[in-house]
């Protein structure tokens, strides 16, 4: 059923700061970085950041885990006068598409006007993301997992990935190609941290950090931060950039994938899927539209293997084909015709997690913001509708469909 | 089938003095029965369904009755890592995170350490005996040895 909320709520305003280097960003501070990416996308939109009186996060208000964000804080910070919502998602990145959902819920609501979504990351030596388990104390519930030696999102990521192989016949060529694919589209992009032309025989010679994936396969570590304000309709006509309208925009799971891989008792297929599929059959039905009615898709690229799994949960092909449909090129963008190869639909235009940077998943919406205004520097020609999705995490995962004005 | 080209060698458990747990009154009976060389899971009393790790509520059915049968402490491998530093000291050691799902105890898996065969010789479908580890604080944790008759 057609979702009540339908275009009801647009992105107008998208900010973010320099992306650096894990650690590199000292000695800026969190509310530093979060700070200018607020501003500039109150500036983006052409409103004033007193206007701001929602705050709509994910990950729990945590900046890229390490730090917690307090609406407080960045009030007394920025000088919003008031703020009237202040919400979270849950969990971890699973839930970044998701929060622009939630701004359309204070928004829908009436308990705000201008919502903002920010994330900032900042990994000092002492606060790493590829540790975060690792650094985690032992609980009741970790200690049936932790003991094990998968410490890291990578080797958790690797069990799946394992599996998905198995099940299917998929390849370390498939997960090459998602690789070269994304620094084939940051190659052009002044802000991206990999931005040096790959080939297949750099991929191999990767170093095999949790088999079968090699470090090439796991995304960047960067510090940075990134803002998106939502607005309702009727305030956007008046800001400054074309509206980003939210079409469709879900959070959520399945109980089979739950706890995912913080827990490994998913049963086949969702154990080597992207826990997406819930969503995926939501978004659809919110939307009326499938995979193929998407001109390009910002796919959650923490590991590429994760690229290949959500492919086959919205259904950009069937489940356990997402391996020939990689490597027939079907998430290549093609500068000549401003569109896909092969048939296929682009898949991260903007180099993803893999090559650009990595803020928890946040820049995903910002390309699909700029792929709908018509200003991505990859740009896909006439883009109507833009797929952005959240990080295969324990629940929530989430997902947003943006329609171009 | 070979499905690695890299010649790792023996797949080692990771040292059990540098492992910890925790445990609260929901899993605790699990780890009682480790400390005996036991293997149990958590077992619905009212309806049989199994669940690890071990919560208050059946998930099926909603009831807080458990038991705790003592399983036969086999099981075969569902999915694996090959990992090759030591998360502790970053040291060059190879082990091998398994996913095992357990015999006598239908849905319920455990993740812990595969050893007895070179890494690069574990397969999904490995059939697998639980070997105990002694870790900190005097608990006892189950890991696995591959079984040669696969």
């Not at chain 1, 990767?206 to 309709?233: H, K, N, Q, W, Y």
């Not at chain 1, 069937?318 to 093609?334: P, S």
């Amino acid at each position: 059923m057609t979702w009540a909320h339908q275009d009801k709520c647009a992105i107008v305003g998208i900010g973010a700061t320099d992306y650096y280097v894990r650690g590199k960003s000292w000695p800026r501070t969190i509310n530093d970085m979060a700070g200018e990416a607020i501003l500039k996308a109150c500036e983006d939109a052409g409103i004033s950041v007193k206007d701001i009186d929602g705050f709509a996060y994910y990950g729990g208000a945590s900046a890229g885990y390490v730090d917690k964000f307090d609406s407080g804080s960045l009030m007394e910070t920025l000088g919003m006068p008031h703020i009237s919502f202040t919400a979270t998602l849950t969990s971890g990145g699973g839930g970044v598409a998701g929060a622009v959902g939630l701004a359309t819920a204070g928004l829908m609501n009436e308990d705000c006007t201008y919502a903002v979504t920010v994330m900032a990351v900042q990994q000092t030596p002492s606060a790493r993301l590829g540790d975060i388990f690792g650094r985690m104390k032992p609980d009741p519930e970790n200690s049936f997992l932790q003991p094990s030696g998968l410490i890291g999102p990578g080797h958790l990521m690797s069990v799946l990935a394992r599996r998905h192989m198995h099940l299917y016949g998929s390849t370390e060529d498939a997960l090459a190609e998602i690789v070269m694919a994304s620094r084939t589209h940051a190659l052009n992009r002044p802000k991206a941290i990999r931005r040096t032309p790959l080939s297949k025989e750099d991929y191999l010679a990767s170093v095999m950090l949790a088999d079968p994936l090699r470090r090439l396969d796991f995304c960047l570590e960067t510090d940075g931060a990134i803002a998106v304000i939502t607005t309702t309709a009727d305030r956007a006509r008046d800001c400054r950039q074309k509206p980003a309208y939210i079409h469709g925009c879900v959070h959520g799971a399945s109980r089979k994938w739950g706890r995912a891989f913080g827990w490994m008792n998913m049963p086949d297929p969702e154990f080597s899927s992207s826990g997406h599929q819930f969503l995926a059959e939501r978004v659809w039905a919110q939307t009326g539209l499938a995979a193929k009615d998407m001109d390009v898709a910002l796919i959650y690229d923490h590991f590429s293997s994760m690229v290949l799994a959500q492919l086959e949960d919205y259904g950009f092909c069937e489940r356990g084909e997402g391996n020939d449909y990689v490597l027939a090129g079907k998430t290549r963008y093609d500068p000549a015709s401003r569109g896909g190869v092969n048939g296929g639909i682009p898949v991260n235009t903007h180099g993803g997690n893999l090559s650009e940077a990595y803020i928890i998943g946040m820049t995903h919406v910002v390309e699909a913001v700029e792929q709908v205004r018509g200003t991505a520097i990859n740009q896909v020609a006439d883009c109507e509708f833009a797929l952005a999705t959240g990080g295969p995490a324990p629940i929530p995962v989430s997902s947003l469909v943006l329609r171009s004005a | 089938m070979s499905a690695h080209s890299i010649a790792y060698g023996p797949a080692r458990l990771l040292p059990g003095d540098q492992i910890h747990i925790t445990t609260n009154p929901d899993t605790e009976p699990f780890w009682l029965a480790a400390k005996e060389h036991r293997l149990t899971a958590c077992q619905c009393a009212s309806c049989g369904a199994f669940r690890l790790p071990p919560t208050p509520y059946c998930p099926i059915c909603a009831s807080k009755e458990r038991t705790w049968p003592t399983l036969p402490g086999t099981g075969t491998v569902f999915s694996y890592a090959i990992c090759s530093k030591n998360p502790a000291t970053g040291e060059d050691y190879v082990y091998v995170p398994v996913v095992v799902e357990i015999d006598g105890a239908r849905g319920a898996r455990l993740v812990g350490n595969l050893t007895g065969c070179n890494a690069e010789d574990v397969r999904i479908g490995t059939r697998v005996v639980v070997e105990w580890t002694d870790i900190c604080d005097g608990w006892v944790l189950p890991n696995f040895r591959a079984l040669s008759d696969r």
